[in-house]
């Protein structure tokens, strides 16, 4: 049985297995609108899912806040900037991180790009194709 649940109308774009996160190891599954983690338990099973919606990335020049950084130990690793907190998410393939970053952020600006034509309509502006 999942330890996770997608919405009737979400759709699943990316998954890994085995992505280190702090101390521990998850699944991360990225969708048309959420980074879904999930946790391990001690024997390596699902424990359970946190959401994360991709809305709720910090913005800078328009832009997701995300970077590739490093870990203490100098790892590459995928920093995501949420409004009140980060995550932190390093993978054992190689240029996993930029893959991610580059679907994360393509995920997010077309996320954002249908949010405002949704409010343009809302608001009774013409939209233009």
């Given at each position: 049985?999942?330890?996770?649940?997608?919405e009737a109308d979400e759709a699943v774009i990316m998954q890994e297995n085995d992505v280190s996160a702090g101390k521990g190891t998850v699944s991360l599954i990225l969708t048309d609108?959420?980074?879904?983690?999930?946790?391990?338990?001690?024997?390596?099973?699902?424990?359970?899912?946190?959401?994360?919606?991709?809305?709720?990335?910090?913005?800078?020049?328009?832009?997701?806040?995300?970077?590739?950084?490093?870990?203490?130990?100098?790892?590459?690793?995928?920093?995501?900037?949420?409004?009140?907190?980060?995550?932190?998410?390093?993978?054992?393939?190689?240029?996993?991180?930029?893959?991610?970053?580059?679907?994360?952020?393509?995920?997010?600006?077309?996320?954002?790009?249908?949010?405002?034509?949704?409010?343009?309509?809302?608001?009774?502006?013409?939209?233009?194709?």
């Amino acid at each position: 049985m999942s330890v996770y649940e997608l919405e009737a109308d979400e759709a699943v774009i990316m998954q890994e297995n085995d992505v280190s996160a702090g101390k521990g190891t998850v699944s991360l599954i990225l969708t048309d609108r959420r980074l879904i983690q999930i946790n391990k338990g001690l024997f390596g099973g699902d424990k359970n899912a946190e959401y994360f919606l991709l809305a709720d990335l910090k913005e800078l020049k328009g832009k997701p806040n995300i970077l590739i950084g490093k870990t203490p130990t100098g790892e590459k690793r995928l920093e995501l900037y949420f409004s009140g907190f980060e995550k932190y998410y390093s993978f054992s393939r190689l240029f996993a991180e930029r893959k991610w970053a580059d679907a994360i952020e393509k995920t997010y600006l077309s996320l954002m790009n249908n949010r405002e034509k949704g409010n343009r309509a809302e608001n009774g502006n013409p939209l233009i194709s």
